[in-house]
């Protein structure tokens, strides 16, 4: 029996959220809550270990070869000598909507401030009688969302191999760091900062150009640590 595949964009996108999204609680569950205590190091090891395990499950089951969809809009304008695409400007336009609807989200929702609580300090946030094991169900939820955006927008301008969100998860970490994490706002330039970045380092430096995007995390580091107070991370 063959499978039935949606012929409309937006049913096939739709079927890319329904199959993606609910995994991100499902990796929380299964990975993550039970080690809701542990610290920050364990945290960090079993990320990569689940890392490296999602992307062998990636290798197993779509294979090395990679892919690319087909674009939203197939339209395209010329605007003084520079030829903009459709998709062009369907990745800027929905961009633009999902980092507008997440400012609003964390700043203006219970929901959102619940989230941010909850990172802040757990153990306050369940003093206050937030439910911190649904918050990071919906942590991973929300994470799983964008990603799966990202990808849609993304895969018809690039090819997509099974381990190509890895390299765009390492460059958001450098804007967010570059930007800083404490604010939503200055991620958002420092991610503008890290591509513009990388769009000049391919015209002159192609060779080199992750090495030059990832570079610039040393000296931020360097600034921060002499200008940022210390504490002691808590066990």
Same mark, same amino acid.
């Not at 990796?27 to 542990?38: F, G, H, I, S």
């Not at 336009?93 to 700043?107: D, I, P, R, S, Y």
């Not at 765009?168 to 503008?192: D, E, Q, R, T």
């Given at each position: 029996?063959?499978? +039935? ?15 993606? +999204?609910?995994? %991100?609680?499902?990796v ?17 090891? $079993?990320?990569?270990?689940? @890392?490296?395990?999602?992307?062998g ?6 294979? &090395?070869?990679?892919?690319r969809?087909?674009?939203?809009? #197939?339209?395209? *304008?010329? /605007? ?8 062009? $400007? ?5 961009? &633009?909507?999902? $980092?507008? &609807?997440?400012?609003?989200?964390? #700043?203006?929702?219970? =929901? ?12 306050g ?21 964008? %990603? ?5 927008? =993304? ?5 997509i ?13 450098v804007?967010?760091? +570059?930007?800083?994490? @404490?604010?939503?706002?200055? &991620?958002?330039? %420092?991610?503008?900062l890290? %591509? ?7 015209? *002159?430096?192609?060779?080199?150009? #992750? /090495?030059? /995007? ?7 580091? *360097? *600034? ?5 107070? @210390?504490?002691?991370? !808590? !066990?």
């Amino acid at each position: 029996m063959g499978v +039935v595949k949606p012929q409309s964009m937006l049913l096939q996108a739709l079927a890319v959220l329904l199959l993606v +999204v609910p995994m %991100g609680p499902l990796v929380y569950r299964l990975a993550y809550r039970p080690l809701a205590d542990a610290t920050v190091l364990i945290l960090l090891i $079993v990320s990569v270990a689940l @890392h490296l395990a999602m992307v062998g499950l990636g290798l197993y089951f779509f294979g &090395a070869e990679g892919s690319r969809t087909a674009a939203f809009s #197939e339209a395209r *304008w010329d /605007v003084g000598g520079l030829m903009i695409s459709g998709q062009s $400007v369907v990745i800027v336009g929905a961009t &633009a909507v999902l $980092v507008v &609807a997440m400012f609003f989200f964390f #700043e203006r929702t219970i =929901i959102g401030k619940a989230l941010r609580a909850t990172a802040i300090n757990r153990v306050g946030a369940r003093l206050m009688g937030i439910p911190t094991a649904l918050s990071g169900d919906l942590s991973f939820a929300l994470a799983a969302l964008i %990603g799966a955006v990202s990808g849609l927008l =993304i895969a018809p301008v690039t090819t997509i191999y099974y381990d190509t969100g890895f390299l765009i998860g390492l460059k958001g970490f450098v804007a967010a760091i +570059v930007g800083g994490l @404490h604010s939503y706002p200055l &991620a958002l330039l %420092g991610a503008l900062l890290v %591509g513009q970045l990388e769009s000049f380092s391919s015209f *002159w430096a192609s060779a080199f150009k #992750e /090495v030059i /995007v990832f570079t610039l995390i040393i000296p931020v580091l *360097w *600034w921060r640590s002499l200008h940022t107070h @210390h504490v002691e991370d !808590e !066990e």
